[in-house]
């Protein structure tokens, strides 16, 4: 069974940095793309960043470029979210998510598999 745990969420002033870890277990994920995805209040979720397990080709969404870095320890099963420069608006609930489709795809496309979120608090 395939799960993936959201870990390293929390309240942060703006301008601050956090860093999200994804615990994946359940199979091997060698043919899969890894992402991130979030949801404020009252919106819809969105994609973040996304990455490919065995090359580790990235993607991300034009408001977290330069920002944001998306990584993976293939040892550990584990997919990190490193967000620096953290503004109001990042304020989410932020969802790791594993897929088979192609890493041009990820965006738009549905996930195969999702955590449970943790949630992430940027003051004024």
């Not at 199979?27 to 969105?46: C, D, I, L, V």
């Not at 932020?94 to 955590?115: E, F, P, V």
Request: aromatic share 12%; net charge positive.
């Amino acid at each position: 069974q395939v799960q993936l745990v959201e870990s390293g969420g929390g309240l942060v002033q703006a301008g601050g940095s956090l860093r999200l870890s994804c615990a994946a277990s359940g199979r091997t994920f060698s043919s899969y793309t890894m992402g991130w995805f979030r949801q404020a209040p009252g919106k819809e979720r969105e994609f973040v960043a996304a990455i490919t397990w065995s090359y580790g080709r990235k993607d991300y969404d034009n408001s977290v470029k330069g920002r944001f870095t998306i990584s993976r320890d293939i040892a550990n099963n584990t997919v990190y979210l490193q967000m620096n420069s953290l503004k109001p608006e990042d304020t989410a609930v932020y969802y790791c998510a594993a897929s088979q489709k192609a890493l041009s795809t990820i965006r738009n496309s549905g996930m195969d598999y999702w955590g449970k979120g943790t949630l992430v608090t940027v003051s004024t």
